[in-house]
T-cell receptor, first 115, second 111 residues
Framework: EADIYQTPRYLVIGTGKKITLECSQT?????MYWYQQDPGMELHLIHY???????EKGDLSSESTVSRIRTEHFPLTLESARPSHTSQYLC??????????????FGPGTRLTVL | EDKVVQSPLSLVVHEGDTVTLNCSYE??????LLWYKQEKKAPTFLFML????IEKKSGRLSSILDKKELSSILNITATQTGDSAIYLC???????????FGGGTRVLVKP
């Protein structure tokens, strides 16, 4: 079973606040991902990382930023939260096989509500 | 742009029924197709199908990849209420490590 953790699990916050969503994995996976998912909708990739100091934007444009200073840690930050950021954010990691053959393991998600 | 389409959007069955879920894809340099089950929160991995492994089975769940038709099916036999979930299909292509997800099929199994 995958060991990937996200905190907080739920967050309700006011407009304009800065927030950081935490994601950690203990499997030594090089590759990590952030997805955004609205209720009943598809998962959209917003950021990914292939290793320390590597970050890329995903398929869906996002105002959030990420960093990868340590292999196990991939936090996502919103400098100024807005109601349009209300969504579920899922973090995932995958084994270092690459080439499209990797299964991704997901964390429990953070449900963010911005008032 | 890679594209994954799942059908039906949702279905309701009774315990003991068999369900078949469909996934079709358009992917540049297809590498793999993955099925996930999503209940309340995070998707959990079910199967990965590739050119060298086009059929997978685990208990009551099985999946087949049809590379000619660019599609896959997920079968669940003798359904149970615990099978109620959203089933997600995703593909990995030339971009290597990124997955493209379909919109999912919501399955509700009634007692």
């Amino acid at each position: 079973e995958a060991d990937i953790y996200q905190t907080p699990r739920y967050l309700v916050i006011g407009t304009g606040k800065k927030i950081t969503l935490e994601c950690s994995q203990t499997m030594g996976h090089d590759k990590m991902y952030w997805y955004q998912q609205d209720p009943g909708m598809e998962l959209h990739l917003i950021h990914y990382s292939y290793g320390v100091n590597s970050t890329e934007k995903g398929d869906l444009s996002s105002e959030s930023t990420v960093s990868r200073i340590r292999t196990e840690h991939f936090p996502l930050t919103l400098e100024s939260a807005r109601p349009s950021h209300t969504s579920q954010y899922l973090c995932a990691s995958s084994e270092p096989r690459g080439g499209g053959y990797n299964e991704q393991f997901f964390g429990p998600g953070t449900r963010l509500t911005v008032l | 742009e890679d594209k994954v389409v799942q059908s039906p959007l949702s279905l309701v069955v009774h315990e003991g029924d068999t369900v078949t879920l469909n996934c079709s894809y358009e992917v540049t340099n297809f590498r793999s197709l993955l099925w996930y089950k999503q209940e309340k929160k995070a998707p959990t991995f079910l199967f990965m199908l590739t050119s060298s492994g086009i059929e997978k089975k685990s208990g009551r769940l099985s999946s087949i990849l049809d590379k000619k038709e660019l599609s896959s099916i997920l079968n669940i036999t003798a359904t149970q209420t615990g099978d109620s979930a959203i089933y997600l299909c995703a593909t990995g292509g030339a971009a290597g490590n990124k997955l493209t997800f379909g919109g999912g099929t919501r399955v509700l199994v009634k007692p």
